[in-house]
């Protein structure tokens, strides 16, 4: 999925499934369709919201729950300019799930944490 950033949001998420009450999203407009790209918890991706901006192209793999609304989705990675940011691992385990420094950088041909 790709498109451009309309905004970047930080506050209460109504569709959490996780301990976090505070998450931050992108609002992106891909066609004639907006869409919000759920990242994760305020306080885990705070160093990625802070390197997006309004207008900025930007590139998601993304995935979906059925309780979520359509126009609704769950980042995976985003990608600005050439930089792939990780958010979530190929089991959609949170990057933030990991300690720093532990988790998948210590697994064969795992992909390093996206801080």
């Given amino acids: 999925m790709s498109g451009t950033i309309l905004e970047v949001q930080?506050?209460?998420c109504e569709n959490?499934?996780?301990k976090y009450p505070i998450g931050s999203h992108v609002l992106i407009?891909?066609?004639d369709e907006t869409y919000n790209v759920h990242l994760g918890p305020a306080n885990a991706?705070?160093?990625?919201?802070?390197?997006?901006s309004v207008g900025t192209?930007?590139?998601f793999e993304v995935f979906r729950t059925d309780t979520?609304?359509?126009?609704a989705v769950i980042a995976k990675s985003l990608t600005l300019g050439d930089r792939i940011i990780h958010l979530r691992d190929e089991n959609l385990r949170p990057s933030?799930?990991?300690p720093r420094g532990a988790g998948r950088k210590t697994r064969p041909g795992a992909r390093e944490p996206c801080w």
């Fill in 10 to 12: 930080t506050g209460a």
């Fill in 16 to 18: 959490t499934t996780g």
């Fill in 29 to 31: 407009q891909s066609g």
């Fill in 45 to 52: 991706v705070d160093h990625v919201t802070a390197q997006l």
């Fill in 57 to 59: 192209d930007v590139s």
């Fill in 68 to 71: 979520m609304p359509a126009d």
């Fill in 96 to 98: 933030w799930a990991y």
